[in-house]
T-cell receptor
């Protein structure tokens, strides 16, 4: 499968715990985006990487959230001290510059109890 | 920032009929407008897109139209089939600024195809 992959697909955690998600973009896609989707809503932008550089962060991305993309390949999104409001689907998308299309991964569904 | 409004929130049509979903955007600098189809529990799937230098684009039963002056774009699905049932999202982005702000999505339209 040469599409965007994400791991894990589901994560259940207790409030206050830290969680980390991984995204593997399509090979040679230099743009990588993270989005969050809650039930009944469209995805909301969280952060953007061009190669290894994190160029933009949404105001939705509080200090508890951090993202990395070492060497411009896979990316990780970490949430520290999870809260119930963090429960959502976390989606990753990649895009090959200079094209405009963004291709989404299957997402990681986070449930904070 | 960009704001995208999408209507209707739910659309029920008879199989074989046409469906139209409409979106408006607020940022005149936006220049790329994709449409995604999302089935329950699955990833958003890009089905068609349009750039600001084009007024209309068609791919088999699916077409998208763009009116830059009115800041309005629409998805048209003809000869609807049961497998078209899903949630459809419109989105907008300004790639002239590098695309760093990500896609801004509408709230989605739940399309129901009645047999």
């Amino acid at each position: 499968d040469t599409g965007v992959s994400q791991d894990p697909r589901h994560k259940i955690t207790k409030r206050g715990q830290n969680v980390t998600f991984r995204c593997d973009p399509i090979s040679e896609h230099n743009r990588l985006y993270w989005y969050r989707q809650t039930l009944g809503q469209g995805p909301e932008f969280l952060t953007y990487f061009q190669n290894e550089a994190q160029l933009e962060k949404s105001r939705l991305l509080s200090d508890r959230f951090s993202a990395e993309r070492p060497k411009g390949s896979f990316s990780t999104l970490e949430i520290q001290r999870t809260e119930q409001g963090d429960s959502a689907m976390y989606l990753c998308a990649s895009s090959p510059k200079p094209s405009y299309e963004q291709y989404f991964g299957p997402g990681t569904r986070l449930t904070v109890t | 920032g960009e704001n995208v409004e999408q209507h209707p929130s739910t659309l029920s049509v008879q199989e074989g009929d046409s469906a139209v979903i409409k979106c408006t955007y607020s940022d005149s600098a936006s220049n790329y407008f994709p449409w995604y189809k999302q089935e329950l529990g699955k990833r958003p799937q890009l089905i068609i897109d349009i750039r600001s230098n084009v007024g209309e684009k068609k791919d088999q039963r699916i077409a998208v139209t763009l009116n830059k002056t009115a800041k309005h774009f629409s998805l048209h699905i003809t000869e609807t089939q049961p497998e078209d049932s899903a949630v459809y999202f419109c989105a907008a982005i300004n790639y002239s600024g590098g695309g760093a702000d990500g896609l801004t999505f509408g709230k989605g339209t739940h399309l129901i195809i009645q047999p």
